[in-house]
Nanobody, 123 residues
Framework: VQLQASGGGLVQPGGSLRLSCAAS????????MGWFRQAPGKEREFLAA????????YVADAVKGRFTISRDNAKNTAYLQMNSLKPEDTAVYYC?????????????????WGQGTQVTVSS
């Protein structure tokens, strides 16, 4: 399984970005795709996850109301829509995949990781 994250960039405070994570390989069985971020000097932080079979989602309280996760199973792609971005959202954003049916909120719960995409929120 390979994951390719994209969509990061520089955005002004209050702006929006949509990140994409395309999965390739044997991903047709049920799985969970998640998004994490890591800012310099900080631990990797869980943001959101979505299950393939029923689109069940879970969003961390820290970003709930601003970030939304979705997926297109036909494209094997998950998305993270980020609105009302703040400078403190600046980080490298990672997508991850796990074949467990449970939504996991720790990085150790995911077996496959994308390469990360930089998001910078600055005026």
């Amino acid at each position: 399984v390979q994951l390719q994250a994209s969509g990061g960039g520089l955005v002004q405070p209050g702006g929006s970005l949509r990140l994409s994570c395309a999965a390739s390989g044997p991903t047709l069985r049920d799985n969970v795709m998640g998004w994490f971020r890591q800012a310099p000097g900080k631990e990797r932080e869980f943001l959101a996850a979505i299950r393939r079979s029923n689109d069940y989602t879970y969003v961390a309280d820290a970003v709930k109301g601003r970030f939304t996760i979705s997926r297109d199973n036909a494209k094997n792609t998950a998305y993270l829509q980020m609105n009302s971005l703040k400078p403190e959202d600046t980080a490298v954003y990672y997508c991850a995949l796990d074949f467990s049916r449970m939504i996991r909120t720790t990085s150790s719960g995911y077996d496959y990781w994308g390469q990360g995409t930089q998001v910078t929120v600055s005026s």
